[in-house]
């Protein structure tokens, strides 16, 4: 892949302009958009291996529907099957520590204090800066031996002065944007200074989310792999035990940590490392370095703190930098009611449509196949409602097997609409003991392989053995590829019951819509539910819903349509969603409801807002909402919406 060619882009919408950099699994360039007439970071995908291809499609759909100042703008992802791009807002700056303390400038290599994977001993004797990401299955054997001679401290951070004023502008932002990631119920995992930039107009940008993970259970991320970057994970990061925000926070302690002595809490080898991050407290700012602020001593030490309950939250942490006020907080901006005040709020209303989501799971067991299209208008609650359904299915059903994917608008990859369907079968296969996976191999697994590459993590197909050493015709590749998933999905399905979920279908494609045709048709097809959501605005301008529609109306073939909260639904929601946050008192209730129009989202967004701004005692309106979320947008875009309207 040439730096000043378009090949690995398929195409002349580009222009590369430079290279900025590059990390363990991509490149980035800075790059002319001719189809928009702008200038994005372009983060191209180098190394094509499977799992490589799972975290860079994960770094762009985790924030995807996320707008926040502090988060870097995601614009669209694209592939050819070979390829693999994606495109982004492009910062001009430096990393957190290079603008905290003016005339520090990080090494462009970006490798590690702390070796990770095994590396020859000429790299084991290169000058090393900050460890680079990784994500490993095992740590007794992905690690160098910590008998080789201890890396040299870069001593050229702590000669460059630190500007106090700058930490606090930078700090501040930082944890707004980190708080407003966790709140959309999602943790970083990354977090380091090359991960933190600082743009010419002092704002801090978030980045890189290769590792992002979902906050499961009770607020925590149980990881199987050991992934982060050594010097700034946690002690329960380390050790490979459950994870959460908490978890995020220490490595915020870390870079402030850095920021405030110029050296890191703890450095060496790996293992020493952790262990002293598990049985050792590193000595306060304040006692390496003279006329540190206390409050800012004291938030580092409590940051790093050994047991994640111990830390602060991320609204403690706000509070703290805004000198004892939270003020108003920058909530991130999602067109999916996703965000955590959800979590744990009982399902209202919706009993018929799921009776009916439950009817066709039914006739599943009993060996027929059932599709059933969910549609209805924008933020009317279709995905809580199939979210809801699948939840209790597993609860009720230990033997589930639920794949889920979701079309989103702004990817160009191929069959996009199983796309997240097969990541979600390839994680179900890794799990499967060794024995059980190979007995659910097609004969022509490969070909299904060639064409979602990230199956090649899964052990049985990455050693299936190869019918022929090519397939030259794309269209028998196409048809063997259909034939296997087909064929894998029956099998599945064989012996325990088998859901698909496809979400936003109103963004598929054409070649999606033929293999779920492939997948499903007469005769014998696997007796699975495939439930499907989409817009209904939308049934007009995308013909192939209306087809869709139009064979519904029998067992196999179904439409449920999502109407609007109706008024006592809506209320009822209102109040579980304020909940004790504030008083329930009837005008700010009742213009919640009014305002909503029983749309679950602005229903949820409208009491966020209220339960965050408690001064509101007559009532909130949508125009007051989107008012005070202009206001905490970044100055160039306040003018570009203002210019817009």
Request: proline share 6%.
């Amino acid at each position: 892949m040439g730096d000043n060619s378009n090949d690995f882009l398929g195409t002349e919408r580009f222009r590369i302009r430079r290279r900025l950099g590059s990390g363990g699994m991509g490149v980035v360039y800075e790059a002319h958009d001719r189809q928009t007439d702008k200038v994005v970071a372009l983060k191209a995908l180098t190394r094509t291996e499977a799992s490589h291809i799972t975290r860079f499609k994960n770094e762009f759909r985790s924030l995807a529907d996320v707008s926040h100042p502090n988060l870097v703008a995601l614009y669209e992802f694209m592939s050819d099957g070979a390829y693999w791009f994606f495109t982004m807002e492009l910062v001009q700056g430096g990393n957190f520590l290079e603008y905290v303390r003016p005339g520090y400038r990080a090494k462009t290599s970006q490798a590690s204090l702390t070796p990770t994977l095994l590396r020859s001993a000429s790299d084991e004797a290169a000058e090393a800066a900050e460890a680079e990401t990784q994500q490993l299955e095992s740590i007794r054997t992905s690690f160098v031996d910590d008998t080789l001679a201890d890396i040299s401290v870069d001593t050229r951070l702590s000669r460059s002065p630190l500007d106090l004023d700058r930490l606090s502008i930078a700090l501040r932002q930082l944890a707004e944007g980190l708080h407003g990631l966790h709140e959309t119920g999602k943790l970083h995992r990354d977090i380091k200074p090359s991960n933190v930039l600082v743009s010419k107009e002092n704002r801090v940008v978030i980045l890189d989310f290769g590792l992002v993970a979902e906050v499961e259970g009770q607020g925590l991320h149980d990881s199987i792999s050991l992934a982060g970057t050594p010097d700034y994970m946690s002690p329960e990061q380390g050790a490979q035990l459950p994870i959460s925000t908490a978890s995020d926070w220490y490595s915020v302690g870390v870079i402030l940590y850095q920021a405030l002595t110029g050296r890191l809490p703890f450095s060496g080898r790996f293992f020493e490392v952790m262990m002293n991050k598990q049985s050792l407290d590193p000595p306060t700012p304040a006692e390496l370095v003279q006329g540190v602020p206390e409050d800012l001593n004291d938030l580092c030490v409590n940051l790093l703190r050994r047991k994640p309950e111990d830390r602060p939250s991320g609204r403690d942490v706000l509070r703290i930098l805004g000198h004892g006020v939270t003020g108003p907080l920058k909530q991130p901006f999602m067109p999916a009611p996703v965000s955590s005040a959800l979590h744990g709020i009982p399902f209202i209303g919706r009993e018929r449509h799921q009776r009916e989501l439950h009817d066709a799971f039914t006739a599943t067991r009993q060996g027929q196949t059932v599709t059933v299209y969910v549609h209805g208008d924008s933020g009317v609650g279709k995905t809580a409602l199939v979210r809801h359904f699948l939840d209790d299915l597993t609860a009720r059903e230990s033997d589930v097997v639920i794949l889920e994917g979701r079309c989103y608008e702004r990817e160009s990859v191929p069959y996009k609409a199983l796309d997240g369907v097969i990541d979600s079968l390839t994680r179900y296969l890794m799990a499967l003991p060794e024995a059980k996976a190979e007995a659910s191999m097609p004969r022509d697994v490969l070909a299904l392989a060639r064409l979602f590459p990230v199956m090649l993590q899964v052990d049985s197909v990455f050693s299936a053995p190869q019918r022929e050493q090519e397939i030259p015709d794309p269209f028998t590749l196409r048809r063997r590829a259909f034939a296997a998933l087909r064929e894998l999905m029956g099998r599945i399905s064989d012996r325990q019951p088998l859901v698909l979920y496809i979400d936003d279908l109103q963004w598929s494609d054409a070649d999606s819509t033929t293999l779920l045709g492939e997948i499903l048709r007469p005769p014998d097809p696997p007796p699975l539910l495939l439930v499907a959501s989409f817009r209904s605005e939308d049934i007009e301008a995308k013909p192939f819903l209306r087809t869709l529609l139009n064979s519904t109306g029998t067992a196999s073939r179904r439409e449920l349509r999502v109407a609007t909260l109706n008024k006592e639904e809506a209320r009822d929601l209102a109040h579980r969603l304020l909940g004790s946050s504030l008083p329930a008192m009837a005008p700010v209730v009742n213009s919640i409801i009014r305002e909503a129009r029983g749309n679950a989202f602005l229903l949820e967004q409208l009491a966020s807002y209220a339960a965050t701004n408690q001064s509101a005692t007559t009532g909130i309106s949508l125009g007051v909402m989107l008012d005070a979320r202009l206001r905490n947008l970044p100055k160039g875009t306040r003018q570009f919406v203002d210019a817009l309207a």
